[in-house]
């Protein structure tokens, strides 16, 4: 049963091939390969991200493995995510075995139920991470038919433009951000609650996107310049406080919501 996103029967446009550098190696691949390498396999059990390919569901980490030769235990799943994507293949999110329920979201405390800008979920597992935000937006370019020219990689807080992609002779470039959590990431660091309240770190990412989304509009006039933002009350708060500033500079601001549907404005 697939839970989020999914784009099936979509005309769009992909990259035929991609070159990316993972742990220090430089590699190439094409949607061609990976259809090749997953031909006849059996698919895994799928607990939650997957993509399409020859008209069978696949769990990520097992697509992207058997296309690149790389062992799952050296890569993330939204790294997979975000390549796949990238090669006009369509992924899911929150795909649950067809034999298995899905799974019920743990309870929040009491102290945190009225607070809409707290996640209810573990926070490894968050969608809001800047992490699933990116994937989330590539997977839905790529459906919208645009090319994606290239993705940084957030897990080693690669420089530079998150998200650079083209369409109908436009190309747009996206600072992405994600929403705080209670938690630290680090998992040395589970359990420890962090002294800065997510509102309040909340305004600081925000400001930075700005400065980014500023910066690329003086580097590159031609391009719009956008902003990608996790839907919450928090950043809705920020943008519409922003907006008339925005708007002059021309820079848009993009949400994705939990589904990884994508709005504009």
């Known amino acids: 049963?697939?839970?989020?996103?999914?784009?099936?029967?979509?005309?769009?446009?992909?990259?035929?091939?991609?070159?990316?550098?993972?742990?220090?190696?430089?590699?190439?691949?094409?949607?061609?390969?990976?259809?090749?390498?997953?031909?006849?396999?059996?698919?895994?059990?799928?607990?939650?991200?997957?993509?399409?390919?020859?008209?069978?569901?696949?769990?990520?980490?097992?697509?992207?493995?058997?296309?690149?030769?790389?062992?799952?235990a050296e890569f993330m799943s939204h790294t997979a995510r975000r390549h796949l994507a990238a090669l006009g293949l369509d992924v899911a999110g929150q795909v649950a075995p067809r034999s298995a329920p899905a799974p019920s979201p743990p309870s929040a405390p009491a102290s945190q139920a009225a607070d809409p800008d707290v996640s209810r979920t573990d926070p490894f597992e968050e969608w809001h991470t800047e992490a699933n935000v990116q994937a989330a937006l590539v997977t839905a370019l790529a459906a919208e038919g645009w090319r994606i020219l290239s993705v940084a990689n957030t897990a080693t807080k690669e420089h530079g433009v998150d998200v650079i992609a083209s369409r109908d002779a436009q190309t747009v470039g996206v600072e992405v951000k994600g929403f705080p959590s209670r938690s630290y990431a680090d998992p040395a660091r589970a359990g420890e609650a962090k002294r800065t309240s997510p509102s309040t770190q909340a305004g600081h990412w925000y400001a930075q996107a700005v400065l980014a989304a500023m910066r690329l509009r003086g580097k590159e006039p031609t391009w719009r310049s956008v902003i990608a933002l996790p839907d919450f009350p928090r950043y809705r708060e920020l943008h519409s406080q922003t907006t008339g500033s925005l708007t002059a500079a021309e820079i848009e601001v993009w949400w994705l919501d939990q589904s990884g549907a994508l709005y504009r404005g």
């Open 1 to 72: 049963m697939i839970g989020r996103r999914t784009f099936l029967g979509m005309q769009r446009e992909y990259r035929s091939s991609i070159q990316f550098t993972l742990n220090g190696r430089h590699l190439s691949l094409s949607r061609e390969i990976v259809e090749q390498r997953l031909s006849g396999v059996v698919p895994e059990v799928i607990r939650k991200h997957a993509v399409h390919v020859n008209d069978t569901w696949f769990p990520v980490v097992q697509a992207f493995e058997a296309a690149t030769g790389i062992p799952r």
